[in-house]
């Protein structure tokens, strides 16, 4: 007897089924996250946040990397994830105060500037001797994007976390900067899914609209504004006004980071980075758009909200 295909077939979920897994998955994920850095001891909580940033940064980098492979590119995994790691590390030495005194950000950006400079001489040695190797810029490239697009970008997140001002508290910062960039996400979504008509770039992905890019807009400037009059004090030098731009840059910023996510994806001809997360797909589908944000929000708390 030959089965019946349809009846054997596994129907595709709904998009609120979908959603419903993605705000499950991300709820549970960083209220982990962030119970552990407001509620424990300083030292547990620096530590627990160390061993997370080093996890997001290593799965992250091997789902790169797998794209990268996935598209005929060679790149020198095991390289990478140790550096990925060595840069978060490090990172972390010399800018948690848990071995000497806080640096501020300055001395942080110069540290971490050298330890990228060993990172790109270790990669060109480490193909150096690597004669069998004939594509050896492929490699050499390859393996370089992966670590800034990951670990490198991701460090953002330790260096708003341990932020060296006076009076400010950084978690406050990275909390603030997590909300807004994932309420962008679910403006986007939620938005894009019920009123979008008009495709943003379809060639990268079909499913961003313009209304979506309005929603995540909407729905991010909101949540920024909100939260900062929440706040108060604990964010140092947040106004009205910073709250309103912060929330249209980051809101941007985050549609931004999706696409280009979705770009690696498209070369890579795969529709997820990964399985790893219900509802989600890897961890890079998770991270695309705090990957692109950090940066952006860790210069504005530096020289416009701080000046330091």
């Known amino acids: 007897m030959v089965p019946d295909p349809a009846a054997s077939t596994t129907p595709a979920p709904s998009r609120t089924q979908v959603f419903a897994r993605r705000l499950a998955t991300f709820v549970i994920l960083w209220s982990a996250v962030l119970a552990a850095l407001f509620c424990a001891g300083p030292a547990f909580s620096n530590y627990f946040f160390l061993g997370v940033m080093v996890a997001l940064s290593a799965i992250g980098l091997r789902e790169f990397y797998a794209l990268a492979e996935q598209r005929g590119l060679v790149c020198f995994k095991a390289w990478g994830m140790v550096g990925g790691a060595l840069l978060m590390i490090s990172t972390f030495v010399y800018s948690s105060g848990e071995f000497g005194r806080e640096m501020p950000p300055s001395k942080v950006n110069d540290f971490e500037t ?21 594509a050896g810029l492929p490699a050499i490239a390859v393996t370089l994007l992966g670590l800034l697009y990951v670990p490198w970008l991701l460090n953002f997140l330790q260096k708003i976390h341990f932020f060296y001002q006076a009076n400010a508290n950084g978690r406050y910062y990275l909390l603030y900067f997590i909300l807004v960039t ?7 979504y939620v938005v894009g899914t019920l009123l979008g008509r008009h495709k943003l770039i379809p060639r990268l992905s079909p499913g961003k609209t313009w209304e ?6 909407a729905v991010a400037t909101g949540a920024s504004a909100a939260f900062a009059a929440l706040a108060g004090p604990h964010l140092v030098g947040m106004t009205f006004l910073h709250s309103i731009i912060l929330g249209l840059l980051l809101g941007g910023a985050a549609v931004v980071g999706d696409l280009i996510e979705s770009m690696f994806k498209r070369e890579a001809a795969v529709k997820d980075s990964g399985r790893l997360l219900p509802g989600m797909g890897g ?4 991270l695309d758009s705090l990957l692109f944000n950090a940066p952006l929000m860790y210069l504005y708390l530096r020289h416009i909200l701080t000046h330091q």
Request: hydrophobic content about 55%.
């Open 182 to 188: 994932k309420c962008s996400d679910t403006g986007a």
């Open 283 to 286: 961890m890079l589908d998770l």
């Open 212 to 217: 979506g890019l309005a929603g995540a807009l």
């Open 114 to 134: 050298s330890i990228l400079v060993v990172l790109v001489l270790g990669v060109c040695l480490r193909q150096l001797f690597a004669p069998r190797n004939p």
